[in-house]
């Protein structure tokens, strides 16, 4: 096995994250001015690198959610499987609707942008797209 294949693969994930430096560029830093060639680091400077690369990477690349944003986005996705249940485009369709709609909180209309709405507002809408999928469901068909 190449020795220097696990750095280009945490390299590759690395830009995949966000990293904008080149090869060179990142072994540079690393040595401290000293060379960019990956031939004249010793095997623990190597594998130092490595980790270095994976841990910018795991920082860069995830982004943490709260528990209230979590369920937020796992109701946004239901309502926007309603809509590819229903033969829509699902994401634009989805987020249209739901802005020209509005969710319905004891008996008020409120209209939001489609990732402003809370969580008993998204429920709301879930309800509503439940309602839109069987109404188009039945209409189809019937036109059958």
């Not at 994930?13 to 966000?18: D, P, Q």
């Not at 560029?25 to 623990?44: D, H, M, N, Y």
Request: charged residues 30%; aromatic residues 8%.
């Amino acid at each position: 096995m190449n020795p220097y294949a696990r750095f280009y693969a945490s390299y590759h994930t690395s830009v995949k994250c966000g990293n904008t430096a080149s090869k060179e560029e990142v072994v540079f830093e690393f040595t401290g001015g000293r060379t960019t060639s990956l031939r004249e680091l010793s095997e623990t400077e190597l594998n130092d690198l490595i980790d270095q690369l994976n841990q910018k990477s795991t920082i860069q690349g995830t982004k943490k959610y709260s528990k209230d944003e979590t369920a937020r986005n796992t109701m946004r996705r239901a309502i926007i499987a309603q809509f590819h249940c229903a033969g829509r485009d699902g994401v634009r369709a989805a987020k249209a609707w739901a802005e020209k709609q509005g969710a319905t909180i004891e008996h008020v209309n409120i209209k939001r942008r489609f990732n402003e709405y809370t969580q008993p507002e998204l429920i709301s809408l879930i309800k509503k797209a439940e309602k839109m999928r069987v109404s188009d469901m039945k209409t189809i068909s019937k036109q059958l």
